[in-house]
């Protein structure tokens, strides 16, 4: 019976030292990972061990080198800014293990045939979300659409170039005076992501569009989902609505949304059951 015990203590205590040493091996990651000591609590409160496993692989393989400071943080994800080694910026989306709006998106996923095996869990969430990202920016930026270059994924996290200067993003089209040809620079771009890349937004609005330089750059992929999605159309009518809308709110003259999608439409072949949809209607 003592002997029991004994054999079952010393496993306990080796596993408690080796704890120890790996929460000393995570804070010097964090520290490898944030140099300031505020954000650094703020990220640790935030982010799960996995996720800070997974910055520090990103750093190791030099898709970065270190985070300067958080950018944004939503519900889903926080945004930070961060520096590779050759001095150029990069963002860095972090989509969060624990927040629970995901549910609600889920119609954003299902159907999409890109995405076939859906996790549940929060974590699985949270990396089809980033993966999800990336795989739309991959397909934009490769038709070349104007979005963030999309540079590295891995687990929840996704790296991609950064839209501004020394850390401050480029102002959202809510924060800018619009012109016409920046209408029409979107009004382009929506047609590049769904013609050439066979993408639809399906989040579009002023708050997912910048303007750098007198470009219209369209970010926040995460909800983008293929053609061939069963909502594709009706996502695609909203993202139309609402990029008029905004544009007519500041005195833009639009494209009548009827033209601007038949437009769209053009030479596009829709998938079959929805073909099959149209062709009942007439
Ligand atoms: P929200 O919930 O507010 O929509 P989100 O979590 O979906 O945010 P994004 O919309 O992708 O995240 O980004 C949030 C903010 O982070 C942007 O408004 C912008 O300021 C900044 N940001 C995102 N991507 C980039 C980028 N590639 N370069 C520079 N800044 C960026
Ligand atoms: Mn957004």
């Known amino acids: 019976m003592v002997k029991h015990l004994r054999e079952r203590d010393e496993p306990g205590e080796v596993s408690l030292q080796k704890f120890h040493k790996q929460a000393e091996e995570i804070d010097k990651r964090d520290r490898v990972i944030l140099k300031n000591e505020e954000e650094r609590e703020v990220f640790e409160e935030v982010f799960d061990r996995r996720t800070r496993m997974v910055l520090y692989d990103l750093a190791n393989s030099d898709e970065f080198s270190y985070l300067n400071g958080v950018i944004s943080s ?17 963002a860095v989306k972090i989509y969060l293990v624990a ?21 549940k869990d929060s974590r699985g969430v949270a990396e089809l979300w980033a993966r999800k990202e990336f795989t739309n920016l991959k397909q934009c930026s490769d038709v070349g659409a104007p979005v963030p270059r999309p540079l590295a994924f891995l687990g929840n996290v996704v790296v991609m170039q950064f839209i501004g200067i020394k850390g401050l993003p480029a102002p959202t089209l809510v924060d800018r005076e619009v012109t016409k040809a920046d209408y029409l620079q979107a009004v382009k771009a929506l047609k590049q992501i769904y013609q050439k890349a066979q993408i639809v937004h399906a989040d579009l609005s002023e708050y997912n569009m910048m303007k750098y330089e007198d470009r219209i750059i369209l970010f926040d992929f995460g909800s983008a989902v293929s053609i061939q999605h069963p909502l594709a159309q009706e996502f695609l009518s909203r993202d139309v609505d609402n990029l008029n809308h905004f544009f007519e709110k500041r005195g833009i003259r639009i494209i009548e949304k009827e033209k601007l999608l038949a437009s769209l439409n053009r030479g596009v072949t829709l998938p079959e059951s929805r073909r099959m949809l149209e062709s009942e209607e007439d």
């Open 99 to 119: 927040s629970s709006d995901y549910k609600k998106r889920m119609q954003y996923v299902v159907g999409d045939p890109r995405f076939t095996k859906i996790r």
């Open 74 to 90: 939503g519900k889903e994800a926080r945004v930070y800014w961060g520096m590779r080694s050759d001095g150029t910026d990069v």
